[in-house]
Nanobody, 126 residues
């Protein structure tokens, strides 16, 4: 099983970027996949995830309305479209299979499992 993130680069504030996560060794139909990011000095946190069960998508508050997750089953790829990026979006972005736990009245829990693949660096700067 492998998930390889790509598409990072340097982008100006307010600009756009699309990240790709190429999946191999498993069927995207069978597992939820999420995007995570890690900035220097901070813990890795989830950004967005895509359910395999019903196609539901979820976003962290910090990116809601700006980022869009999607998947192409035939291409075995999950995408993260990043619009109106901000300097605080600067981070290394990773993708992973995840377990999504929804409990009414509690924050959404997104738990990655399996090994992390190589991330892709996104730098937002003018």
């Amino acid at each position: 099983v492998q998930l390889q993130a790509s598409g990072g680069g340097l982008v100006q504030p307010g600009g756009s970027l699309r990240l790709s996560c190429a999946a191999s060794g498993f069927n995207l139909d069978d597992f939820a996949v999420g995007w995570f990011r890690q900035s220097p000095g901070k813990e890795r946190g989830w950004v967005s995830c895509h359910s395999s069960a019903d196609g539901s998508t979820y976003y962290a508050d910090s990116v809601k309305g700006r980022f869009t997750i999607s998947r192409d089953i035939a291409a075995a790829t999950v995408y993260l479209q990043m619009n109106n990026v901000r300097p605080e979006d600067t981070a290394i972005y990773y993708c992973s299979r995840v377990h999504i736990v929804e409990v009414p009245g509690s924050p959404l829990r997104v738990r990655p499992f399996g090994s992390w693949g190589q991330g892709t660096l996104v730098t937002v700067s003018s």
